[in-house]
């Protein structure tokens, strides 16, 4: 039979197909409450089991996927709109502003849209004896989620596939699990799990990833409060190694995370003694450090990332350069969800309806390394540093003004509220150039602003 005919009969989901999710993130979660949701507008009906070993009602390792928890004001409505409401009990804090943070001096920047908010949360029960305070983690209540919406949640790790009659089938500890019509590789970058894809030989190749840091910091609430507000504090240095960190505030914890080529130990240690760090925290006796991780973050998508019956979602595919991939992962579970239900599950189906959401991802990342090699100019030249600092205050000073171009860069570079691509044009702006270059100058002649 021609391959296309035999793609038409052969790889459209018939009802009860059966579907395995591989991972239970965000990533996972989104496919399956999509596909479940598409399925049912065309009266049709497929088994989705999700696999996942780790509980996210537990606090500390065990059930923590590790991450930031900065939720963009843009996803929180996204979801809204899909009907996927964060309740009060996930997120942790409602973020106005960000505290921008230099070896020269910070300032303030605004959300700049008053009616939007940045959630923060955590991806597990957050750090040892933190369930106490009652809060939910976002992965369980998305699995949750995908649950109510008909998926089955295996408490499984799949640690081989094979196939059979051109059929993919699992396995777990060596007991054949199921033959699925369709896997879904949600199984993030923190695993091994992408070698049994590579092993199926189809041409998928692990992600290239960097090492990133998480440290987790108690204080009262009242601390936190004090130091911290509502805003993520952003730290902008002239480091090599570090491209930016942040503190993010989430009730008694403020969740530091630091970005850069290759984090180690020993750099967490060396940036929480810097002095302009050590005048963001407390006082040392009013905080303890609760856990440190240094998991992987995916900083290049992989060829190749779908097959006959096979596809990458979230982290294991594309995903946002340094943020958002919360978002990514919103975006790429439903595009093979859709592709999946109302089109079908060949690699000519992927390639057609899947592949250009995963390829748009990647172009904005290209745009986006363009505008992190910006910034790393700025933020490792002290006179552009001052510049940009003076250009952002006066910005920030005129309440009217919707020209707050630098502002809205530096906002928009650290949410995931803005494509890449979007923000580019901004910065070819000239006005912004001459300010920025006219505050420079007066700062080299100044000596400091
Ligand atoms: C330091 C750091 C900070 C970050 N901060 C933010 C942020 O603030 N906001 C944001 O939007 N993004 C952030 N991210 C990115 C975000 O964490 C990821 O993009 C997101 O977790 C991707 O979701 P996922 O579902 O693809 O993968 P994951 O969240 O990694 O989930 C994968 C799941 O698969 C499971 N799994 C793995 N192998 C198997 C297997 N063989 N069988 C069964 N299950 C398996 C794992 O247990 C895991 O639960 C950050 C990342 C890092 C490293």
Redesign the pocket.
Known sequence: MHRDNEVANAFALRDGSNIAV???????SFFSIFALKMARMLDREFNITI????DFTQDGPRGC???????SELLVQTLAVEGINLPDSVIRKGIHSYKLHTNHGHVYIATPDFERTIATVY?GGGPKGMMKEGKESFDNFLLTQAVKEGAVHES????RIEYKNKRPVLFSRNDEIMEAGLVVG??????T?AKIFEDLGFGYKEPSTVT???VEIHMSKDIVLKYFGNSIHLFLLPDRGIKFAAMIPKGSYVTL?I?GQNISAGIVNDFLNKPVVKGVLPKTSSYSIECRCL???NIRAPKRPFADRLVM????GS?RLF???????YLMGKAAAKTAVFQGVSKEHFQKDYHPVYRSIVIDNYYGKYLYAIIDICRGNSILTKGMLSVVRKEQDIFFDRRKILSSILWDMFT?NERYRNIFPKALDLRTHLSLWKESAKALVKGEI
Do not use: H, Q, Y
């Open positions: 591989i991972g239970g993130g965000p990533a996972g696999f996942e070993p780790k996927n590790r991450c930031g928890g900065i939720i991806r499984l790790r799949i640690d949600a199984f993030g970058v923190n695993s799990t990133a840091a998480i995370c970005l998991p992987k973050m979602c979230g982290d294991a995903t943020k958002d991939g919360l978002g990514a992962a995931g």
